[in-house]
């Protein structure tokens, strides 16, 4: 019997981001490190008679718990999957904790934690890569989210390959509230075809060569982000000004701003000083895992 099963579907933090080319499908290639950040939806599974979704949480009225609701199309495209493995209904409530539509992961973190949810539900032994290719048919990013750990991104974000090791570190992250369209943000681009990641002389195990390699790299949605949505910009400034941050950069499409710091205590006072201008925002901090 389900009882109140946990999963979490972190953030997902794009620390660099190159668009390296447009496909003839209109989709984009891409280039990104990602990683994870200690801040979450969370995901709890119950015994129901059929499948089902609750929201709640800060967030939950953005989203809709119909059909289009990435968490139901994952529970669904897992029972067309596995039809046998769960003999029962499973009812979702998902605690909507981070903003939605804000270039941290959002739907396909929760779907891919849905994924995680179903499969240590199901009577069957579910391989990794079965669910990693039932994750790549409900969005590019998904795959990303079901590992939700440090990676390399590429594709339209298909193609993932995790990173042996990352230096601990910790982020702050700021949202002003402000809706930014991805699909807008790509129309911006005017540079389509921009040069990929730098690669690694050495294994990023200190935040001060993360730092480093950082300074070589960048998000070439940004520029058409600060475009449609100004204070991303001032965010990225005042963010970049506080105490112990080694990079300051917006996050996917956005609109959502990270620091990024080499101990929780400059993390957590940055986020302080980000409130104190700012205090209609959201703000977190949180480590990296």
Not at 48 to 74: C, W
Not at 101 to 106: L, Q, T, Y
Not at 173 to 181: K, Q, R, S
Request: hydrophobic share 50%; aromatic share 6%; proline share 6%.
């Amino acid at each position: 019997m389900v009882a109140g099963i946990l999963e979490t579907a972190p953030a997902k933090v794009n620390l660099a981001l190159h668009v390296t080319g447009k496909r003839a499908d209109g989709y984009h290639d891409l280039e990104s490190l990602v990683v994870f950040a200690g801040v979450a939806d969370e995901l709890r599974a119950n015994s129901a008679r059929e499948d089902t979704l609750f929201l709640k949480g800060p967030f939950a009225a953005a989203l809709t718990a119909g059909q289009s609701n990435l968490v139901l199309k994952a529970m669904t495209a897992f029972r067309a999957r596995w039809p046998d493995a769960i003999g029962q209904g499973v009812a979702i409530e998902l605690t909507k904790n981070l903003p939605v539509a804000a270039g941290i992961g959002g739907g396909s973190a929760d779907a891919a934690a849905a994924l995680r949810l179903m499969a240590g539900l199901s009577t069957k032994s579910i391989a990794p890569e079965a669910l990693a290719e039932v994750a790549a048919t409900l969005g590019a990013d998904v795959p990303i989210c079901l590992l939700s750990s440090a990676c390399i991104a590429e594709g339209v974000g298909e193609v993932v390959t995790p990173l042996e090791r990352f230096p601990a570190c910790h982020v702050v992250l700021v949202n002003p509230l402000v809706p930014i369209l991805t699909a807008d943000i790509f129309r911006r681009l005017k540079q389509h075809d921009n040069p990929g990641l730098p690669g690694f002389d050495a294994p990023l195990e200190h935040i001060a060569l993360l730092a480093l390699w950082l300074e070589q790299t960048r998000n070439d949605l940004q520029g058409p982000a600060i475009e449609s949505a100004p204070i991303v910009g001032d965010i990225i400034a005042k963010l970049g000004q506080t105490r112990g941050c080694v990079a300051a950069r917006m996050s996917g499409s956005g609109a959502t701003v990270f620091g990024l710091y080499g101990s929780s205590a400059e993390a957590h006072q940055a986020a302080h000083d980000i409130r104190a201008i700012w205090p209609d925002f959201w703000v977190a901090a949180a480590p990296v895992q």
